[in-house]
């Protein structure tokens, strides 16, 4: 009884090792993903953040320091409200998609 306990802890411990080992893997692949990506996209926006966009964008922030609160929750939630519709959008497109394939094709 005691040999099949000292068996199960052995293979209980191995296998905790192994499962640490993929993760790690995993975690790894990911970080280079993401490394990747971010040197990615910092290559394609590299001449894109010109001065005049950084002008444009403090210009920008500038008017939005200027609002009252009030203003500035209103700005907010009509940004919002146009989210929300983008989203519905692209809810009722997926599940237009998803009834016309749900529909059975006839056969020939």
Do not use: C
């Amino acid at each position: 009884m005691a040999e099949k306990k000292e068996n199960f802890m052995k293979k209980a411990f191995k296998d905790m090792a192994e499962n640490a080992k993929a993760q790690h893997e995993v975690d790894k692949a990911n970080l280079k993903a993401a490394k990747a990506e971010a040197k990615a996209t910092f290559e394609e926006n590299r001449f894109e953040n010109s001065l005049k966009k950084a002008k444009a964008m403090g210009k920008q922030s500038w008017e939005d320091a200027k609002m009252s609160p009030a203003e500035r929750t209103a700005k907010m939630r009509e940004e919002q409200q146009k989210q929300i519709e983008e989203a519905n959008e692209r809810i009722k497109a997926a599940n237009e998609r998803y009834e016309a394939a749900k529909v059975p094709k006839k056969k020939k």
